[in-house]
């Protein structure tokens, strides 16, 4: 299934589509919340994890927690996720503004 968001470009959905056809993508209670709140969509969170910058992430938990970042329209959308090698689980999304 392909999702499509307004906000991204037609040429965005297949790098989209590519990503969600190799690694499933899982939200967290938290995350999904959080997309919500700060209006957010699944769409937009599969570009950042297929195409976005690294950046550090510090955990106290001990947990091996990866960052990426893209800019959509100006905006900062930063991505706090779990990689494994079936899946990515996504702990929480924010503006970074």
């Known amino acids: 299934?392909?999702?499509y968001d307004s906000r991204l470009g037609?040429?965005?959905l297949d790098v989209i589509a590519y990503i969600v056809t190799?690694?499933?993508?899982?939200?967290?209670a938290h995350?999904?919340?959080?997309l919500r709140e700060r209006s957010i969509t699944r769409a937009m969170v599969r570009k950042v994890l297929a195409v976005g910058d690294s950046f550090d992430v510090s955990s106290s938990s001990g947990?091996?927690?990866r960052g990426r970042e893209y800019h959509f329209g100006g905006r900062l959308l930063r991505v706090v996720y779990v990689e494994s090698s079936q899946?990515?689980?996504?702990i929480?999304?924010?503006w970074k503004d």
């Open 22 to 28: 190799y690694k499933r993508v899982v939200y967290s």
């Open 92 to 94: 929480t999304a924010m």
């Open 10 to 12: 037609s040429g965005d």
């Open 63 to 65: 947990k091996n927690r």
């Open 87 to 90: 899946d990515h689980l996504v």
């Open 1 to 3: 299934m392909t999702v």
């Open 31 to 34: 995350a999904a919340r959080r």
